[in-house]
């Protein structure tokens, strides 16, 4: 069975290759249409915004962008909201088309690049002075957002994500301090597993097994990395000793403490986690909000949520955090192009990016004290902004995502169906011949 | 022909009285009066078919040999429209063993499910044969039910039945002495995984082919039966010989649109897995879709998919003949 | 015999009919009788078990299907799932286009395919074979496979993000389907009725419409049902298609309870919006239960 497995991983590297070795080379040089610039002749007109259903967490922003928007261009907002969950592929059909192509579209930070070195979205440069806060935006953001010199994207919200725990869990099991090492977290869940035995569902920490941000946090910590480029070439490096450790320390999270993730991701663990059988996640610390909304989660959790920094493998020090966050972008075809960017002028200007900021990072550093002053979680996640890793820049890094390898390989391992080395090297040379590829 | 409920119209029919009055030629159906008619009542089904099947297919064709591109850009600006490059794709689809992977297991699926469909189904046409008239209508009940669920909605339903947390076939596994179930992941490995997605296909195929078999034994003539059984032929013999032999038309049919079916399942698999389904999970529908539409390698999809009509187009060969021969008959 | 049980789908329907009446002179033979009733209770309990979990499951609050023994009854029953989705205007809307997708399908496929039906079942002439060959090699084609094209094809006439490029779509199975299934029904019908009728003064297309149309009620309905659930149940097309939420189908809506951060995890939820969408599909089979079985053994295609 294993060995079948490993065959199956291996032939589709190979089926990986192959693609590389007939693509074209040369890369297609973006940007056809000139600038545009900001438009308030919306006068009934509707705009369409594509924006993921996390927004649906900042509610009252979004509503006030679309008031302040329609007040100062008499257009509608048609706001659509969307899943991650093969999030590219509906990207892909949108730009591929010319019939229900939106005024403005949010990406996450790791998408943009395929995008903008296609061509698909509108060049912003000009108006970059009109945005608020541009030249102080967060680098993590403002990297993903240029291409060539060119600003194709405006940042948007950053995240970061920490663990969240429960403190009435956490301290009935008799923990009082956060722990300050990895090792010192697995003696606490311990702790915390022992005082549940008798709960089947309980997991001490939910750690879905399709969890890439975090088992790459893990990785990182351990000084491993996704890939590294020289020349202009990629080699992925999950397979060094470095990144195998983090996958080691990672996948014991995600078998010992873990019940019930193994093969999904964690798009939903705010949901499992409201349900009451888990005492900690890994997320962005908004995710509190969706535990304790009384819609989707449990409001009775309000109050006994927190968060602390994933702790390292060396004592005493935290994992760097993977600098999450969102892009937004008109797309080169829409035809509201003007108000479009209008839009997202308004929702990243100062006062929505303040109000932004009582549940995300702001897209900014000018702001990012303002977060801070927020509650002490949002400490705990500014401090962890400030040592964070990025994925690889490559344009075709979002195909690597498409494509689910890094998915795949941790399911293979939490599942036990590959061992850590023969998962990474497998994923090593998916990754490899996906981020080489040309044209 | 004359089934209830339309008996009505042919008393009704006005020719009744007055045929046979008027000395006539007798005209033909078909005959070359009407050399324009069969024509212009085929023409909005021809221009349909032409537009929006066989357009297509032109055009997957063009598609298939046409070069992939790696980046997005031709996608975007070209409407996907790239340079000449002859069989290039199909050599390197073929070539690539993870197609072979993914045929075979396909190939397993298919033949696991259609087998249990169909023994299923004949096993249930046979019950439905020997009930009382109220049990009868009990089983027919509830498969008509079956039939009607949507395979997303059926997916979803043994998905949640699956749950590895709460859901209840764990629950119930575990009750029985000796078996711990708590918390099993069905979908952790991909042959328990397909063993409940066939779970699933097989639930949606049986009412179909459970009904349409129940239908066609009550078409073998009783006294053939009661004949086999002076003579002596045991239950097994009397259906080998008298009964097999009236289904083995229908048989035929229900086999290969069986085969068809479950070589392209896709909705079952896809929302199990929720929306990405792992390589360990892709059968040829689904590789199709992953690599073509998941990825946006539009080229090389549609050369997986005019290789997975080739071979559904060579399983129907069977299908096709019995069907034309059919028609012919009459 | 047989090919005639196969080629004309009301025979079935007819010793049905005749089979019920012989039904109890078979039945009464043997005690064993009701060892298979106990059989086909049995089996209709584990065959209806789901669907009875999944209307359960939609009736109960998310405490009680997070607990580790389920319930067989809902204890603490709610309609807070389906108050949920019936108030949310996305899932109306989808459930209207769903409607209108398939409704459209169905009849166009039906009025379509009867005038294709009538060209093979009554006319012989030329390029029949290939008319026939035709429609059987569509009938067989994949939708599935052809996703792209479509999508590609449909764009240039602003058709993608549309509903009447889904309907056209679906034309793909459920116009085939119909011509060669009402093809069998018409063939049913004797020859001399229409001869009859023309001869009576009639002209051809008031034979059509006096008395092949209402001769084939049956088989339209037949018909009509088996396209209502193939093009209902359709998900990748219209889920590849579609882009705005207000456009997209239920199999589309479904979806979302696998995928989103919002809906994960609600098993009510997606139970009650599952119960939903069966729920049309199931209606239709009650009303036109009787006429169903015959469309079964015809030309019966893909499901």
Redesign the interface.
């Known amino acids: 069975?294993k060995r079948k497995?490993i065959?199956?991983?291996v032939?589709?590297a190979?089926?990986a290759l192959?693609?590389?070795a007939?693509?074209?080379s040369g890369?297609?040089s973006?940007s056809?249409s000139g600038g545009i610039s900001l438009s308030t002749d919306g006068a009934g007109k509707t705009i369409?915004v594509w924006l993921q259903?996390?927004a649906?967490g900042w509610q009252d922003v979004v509503d006030e962008t679309n008031q302040r928007f329609e007040q100062a261009t008499g257009a509608k907002v048609n706001i659509?909201?969307q899943?991650?969950?093969?999030y590219?592929?509906?990207l892909?059909?949108?730009?591929?088309?010319?019939?229900?192509i939106p005024d403005v579209v949010e990406f996450g930070n790791t998408q943009t690049a395929?995008?903008m070195?296609?061509?698909?979205l509108a060049d912003l440069t000009s108006l970059k002075s009109k945005f608020d806060n541009s030249s102080a935006w967060m680098q993590g953001l403002a990297d993903t957002a240029n291409y060539n010199g060119k600003l194709y994207a405006i940042p948007y919200y950053g995240g970061v994500r920490t663990v969240i725990y429960r403190k009435d869990l956490w301290s009935a099991a008799g923990i009082t301090t956060p722990p300050t090492s990895l090792a010192q977290l697995y003696s606490d869940l311990d702790k915390l597993k022992a005082a549940h035995a008798g709960?089947?569902?309980f997991s001490a920490f939910y750690m879905p097994g399709q969890y890439w941000y975090a088992a790459m946090t893990f990785v990182h910590d351990a000084g491993g990395t996704i890939a590294t480029e020289k020349d202009g070439k990629w080699t992925a490096q999950l397979e060094s000793s470095q990144a195998q450790q983090g996958l080691e320390n990672w996948k014991k999270l995600a078998t010992d403490y873990s019940?019930?993730g193994?093969?999904?991701?964690e798009?939903?663990q705010?949901?499992?986690m409201a349900?009451?059988?888990v005492a900690t996640i890994f997320g962005s610390g908004w995710e509190m909000g969706?535990v304790a909304d009384p819609?989707?989660g449990d409001p009775k959790l309000k109050d006994q949520l927190a968060t602390f920094a994933m702790p390292s493998q060396t004592d005493g020090k935290y994992m760097p955090s993977f600098f999450g966050g969102s892009d937004l972008a008109v797309p080169a075809k829409s035809s509201n192009a003007g108000l479009g960017a209008e839009w997202i002028q308004i929702f990243t200007d100062n006062k929505s990016q303040t109000q932004l900021a009582k549940y995300a990072i702001p897209n900014n550093t000018n702001l990012l004290s303002a977060y801070k002053a927020q509650s002490a979680a949002n400490v705990v996640t500014g401090q962890a902004a400030e040592n964070t890793w990025v994925t690889p820049t490559s344009?075709?890094w979002a195909?690597v995502e498409?494509?689910?390898v890094l998915?795949?390989m941790l399911?293979d391992i939490v599942?036990?169906?590959s061992s850590i080395a023969d998962a990474t090297k497998a994923a090593d040379q998916k990754i490899d011949s996906t981020l080489n590829?040309?044209? | 022909m004359t089934a209830a409920g339309h008996a009505p119209p042919v008393a009704q029919d006005p020719t009744e009285p007055s045929s046979g009055n008027r000395p006539r030629r007798r005209r033909r159906v078909g005959g070359y009066r009407a050399a324009g008619l069969p024509y212009l009542l085929i023409v909005p089904a021809t221009a349909i078919v032409l537009a929006v099947a066989g357009w297509p297919l032109v055009k997957i064709i063009l598609l298939s040999l046409s070069k992939q591109e790696s980046g997005k850009y031709a996608l975007f600006h070209n409407r996907g429209t790239t340079p000449f490059t002859g069989f290039h794709n199909f050599a390197n689809v073929l070539g690539d063993s993870t197609f072979w992977t993914v045929v075979f297991r396909t190939i397993v699926f298919t033949a696991v499910n259609v087998g249990l469909s169909l023994l299923l189904g004949i096993g249930i046409a046979l019950l439905l044969n020997r009930v009382s008239n109220w049990a009868r209508l009990l089983l027919t009940g509830v498969l008509l039910f079956v039939w009607a669920v949507p395979t997303t909605v059926s997916s979803q339903v043994f998905y949640w039945l699956f749950n590895n947390q709460f859901g209840l076939v764990n629950w119930l596994l575990d009750k029985l002495p000796g078996v711990n179930m708590r918390g099993h992941d069905w979908f952790a490995d991909p042959i328990q995984g397909f063993g409940v997605i066939t779970l699933v296909v097989v639930w949606g195929a049986l009412p179909l082919l459970a009904i349409s078999l129940h239908a066609g034994l009550t078409q073998v003539p009783g006294e053939l039966l009661d004949a086999a059984r002076v003579d002596g032929a045991s239950s097994w013999q009397a259906f080998r010989s008298v009964t097999l032999p009236h289904l083995r038309p229908l048989l035929v049919i229900l086999t290969t649109l069986s085969i068809i079916w479950d070589f392209g399942v896709f909705n079952q698999i896809f929302f199990m897995r929720n929306g990405h389904p792992e390589p360990g999970y892709q059968t040829i529908g689904v590789y199709m879709y992953a690599e073509g539409v998941g990825s946006s390698h539009y080229n090389l999809g549609s050369t997986i998919a005019v290789l997975m009509m080739v071979c559904v187009f060579a399983m129907m060969a069977v299908y096709i003949r019995q069907l034309i021969r059919m028609g012919d008959a009459e | 015999m047989s090919a005639t049980t196969l080629g004309a789908p009301a025979a079935v329907t007819d010793t049905e009919g005749t089979d019920t009446k012989q039904r109890p002179r078979r039945a009464r033979r043997g005690r064993s009788v009701w060892g298979w009733n106990t059989l086909a209770v049995a089996l209709s309990v584990i065959f209806g078990l789901p669907i009875y979990w999944m209307i359960i499951t939609a009736f109960m609050t998310g405490a009680d299907l997070s607990k580790t023994t389920p319930q067989f009854v809902p204890m603490h029953p709610t309609l807070r799932a389906f108050r949920e989705i019936l108030s949310d205007p996305v899932f109306r809307q989808n459930l209207l286009n769903t409607l209108i997708i398939t409704l459209s399908a169905v009849v166009i496929s039906l009025v379509v395919g009867f005038f294709g039906a009538l060209a093979i079942a009554r006319f012989r002439f030329a390029g029949r074979k290939v008319f026939v060959l035709t429609i059987l090699v569509v009938q067989m084609i994949p939708l599935l496979a052809l996703t792209i094209p479509l999508s590609l094809l449909l764009d240039q006439f602003h058709l993608k993000n549309s509903l009447i490029g889904v309907i056209l779509s679906y034309l793909i199975f459920s116009m085939p389907y119909t011509v060669w299934t009402l093809r069998a029904f018409i063939a049913g019908i004797p020859k001399e009725l229409d001869e009859a009728a023309m001869v009576d003064g009639c002209t051809r297309w008031q034979t059509f419409y006096k008395v092949i149309l209402p001769l084939t009620g049956p088989g339209l309905i037949a018909t009509g049902v088996y396209c209502w659930i193939l093009a209902w149940n359709e998900f990748v097309v219209a889920n590849t298609l579609l882009l705005d939420n207000n456009k997209q189908t239920l199999m589309v809506y479904l979806l979302q309870f696998q995928t989103s951060s919002t809906h994960g995890a609600d098993y009510g939820g997606m139970m009650a919006a599952a119960t939903l969408t069966s729920l049309p599909v199931v209606v239709l089979f009650i009303v036109f239960q009787r006429r169903i079985s015959a469309g079964l053994t015809s030309g019966a295609v893909k499901g």
């Open positions: 069975m497995a065959g199956a991983l032939a589709a190979a089926m192959s693609l590389a007939c693509s074209s890369g297609n973006s056809k369409t259903g996390d649906k659509e909201w899943n991650w969950t093969n590219t592929t509906k892909d059909s949108m730009f591929s088309g010319s019939t229900g395929s995008y070195a296609a061509g698909a709960d089947s569902s019940v019930g193994a093969t999904t991701n798009a939903n705010d949901a499992v349900k009451g059988h969706v819609k989707t344009p075709n195909n498409s494509a689910s998915q795949n399911q599942t036990g169906k590829a040309t044209g």
